[in-house]
């Protein structure tokens, strides 16, 4: 029998993580379809597939052309999954609807009797309007791009559930927030819409505050898992979603190493990169490729303060990409904005080993201090910065299967 023909119609789609994450989730093909909007007609017309994703900017364009559309996708005034049924009519459905609520459950937000402020107008902030109405949410607030002012925001000082529909902070313009959550002190959750990066400049702040956050990589799989179970009419199991999430998130996420000057981080690093198949990023190799000299000759020259201004530079430039393993300079926690960079897209493995086992040669601040005044100054940095930390082995296999197995284990325990 041959597999189910399914994909995605939408443009641009070279984004678009959803034929890894069905991989995962079912048995059949999945097809990035790009298309122009005088296509999208034909398209369905023909009806050589079996069942489809849409995306942006054909959500809308698609409706016209479907013979049934679910309730919720009726109610959202877009479709996102279009499947050809055994008399080859076409119904409509809104997964979108199904992953927000399905992430807010999983994430034991509770909306019922609370004001959501919702931010942003467009498509994805109706589903986010349908979800909040349907679960009980006492008052819902939409702040349009217009009318997103200091103003405004303060007059929803009492919000107790924000989220964001928006694409800002999306990548590639990472570190870009959508509002400032000063304005909102009575918050009891963060959520926000996107999935890239892992943590955007919204998340991060909740974070920092305290506050109970989800971005929008559990959507984006739940939404897919319902999609797949439309797909070939079977139900799948929280296990497989589990499992999808934990794959895609391990497979897009970067792993940056930190610690003291000389602990290992570009050997180990460059073992992991090899053993994973990821690509490995030194960034202080890359730092001397952007000046066109070594870092001791930039301290010398123009001083510690130009080199930490280069090394953010770069830092910000990688930690935008996917599935890299880095490999960062001993200082780099010392600015916040750098622990910032480095907690957007990566897990962030501390690297240990005992001070009087680091290598000087070739850095100038480790030649200059000692061990214990370089770690005492830093140590809390370090500490801030990382998901965990681990001892470095005189041996570096015995240092490369300890980061392996604990590769696995956090990507289990945090997805």
Not at 369 to 378: D, F, G, H, K, V
């Amino acid at each position: 029998m041959s597999k189910l023909r399914c994909g995605l119609i939408g443009n641009p789609l070279g984004h678009s993580w959803s034929p890894e994450i069905h991989a995962i989730l079912g048995d059949y093909d999945y097809t990035l379809w790009p298309m122009e909007e005088d296509a999208v007609a034909p398209f369905l017309k023909a009806r050589d597939f079996d069942a489809i994703n849409v995306t942006i900017p054909y959500k809308k364009t698609v409706m016209p052309h479907l013979d049934r559309i679910s309730d919720e996708a009726r109610r959202i005034g877009s479709v996102n999954t279009v499947v050809k049924e055994a008399d080859g009519t076409l119904s409509g459905y809104n997964t979108d609807y199904f992953g927000l609520s399905y992430m807010l459950a999983r994430r034991g937000f509770e909306l019922r009797g609370k004001k959501v402020v919702i931010l942003g107008s467009g498509g994805a902030s109706v589903t986010a309007q349908t979800v909040a109405a349907d679960r009980g949410a006492a008052q819902i607030a939409v702040v349009t791009h217009r009318e997103n002012t200091p103003e405004t925001l303060r007059g929803h000082g009492d919000a107790e559930i924000l989220i964001n529909t928006t694409p800002v902070g999306m990548f590639p313009h990472n570190g870009e927030s959508p509002a400032s959550l000063d304005y909102f002190p009575r918050l009891e959750a963060v959520v926000d819409m996107i999935y890239n990066p892992a943590r955007t400049a919204l998340i991060l702040d909740a974070e920092e505050r305290k506050i109970p956050s989800a971005s929008g990589l559990p959507m984006l799989v739940a939404q897919a898992k319902m999609a797949a179970e439309l797909f070939t009419r079977s139900p799948l199991s929280d296990t497989v979603f589990d499992e999808a999430l934990r794959e895609v998130s391990k497979a897009k996420r970067n792993l940056a190493l930190v610690g003291m000057p000389g602990c290992g981080k570009s050997t180990v690093g460059r073992l992991f990169a090899e053993h994973s198949g990821r690509v490995f990023v030194d960034l202080d190799a890359e730092i001397e490729k952007e000046a066109g000299r070594p870092i001791p000759a930039i301290f010398s020259s123009d001083g510690e303060a130009a080199f930490r201004d280069l090394e953010t530079a770069v830092l910000a430039r990688f930690s935008k990409a996917s599935s890299l393993v880095l490999a960062t300079g001993g200082g780099a926690v010392i600015r916040a904005e750098n622990r910032r960079l480095l907690r957007e897209n990566s897990v962030v493995l501390h690297l240990t080993r005992p001070l009087d086992a680091l290598a000087k040669d070739g850095r100038p601040l480790s030649q200059a201090n000692s061990a214990e005044t370089l770690w005492n100054a830093r140590r809390d940095f370090y500490r801030a910065v990382s998901d965990a930390a681990l001892p470095v082995d005189p041996d570096p296999a015995v240092t490369l299967a300890r980061v392996t197995a604990w590769w696995e284990c956090f990507s289990d325990k945090n997805t």
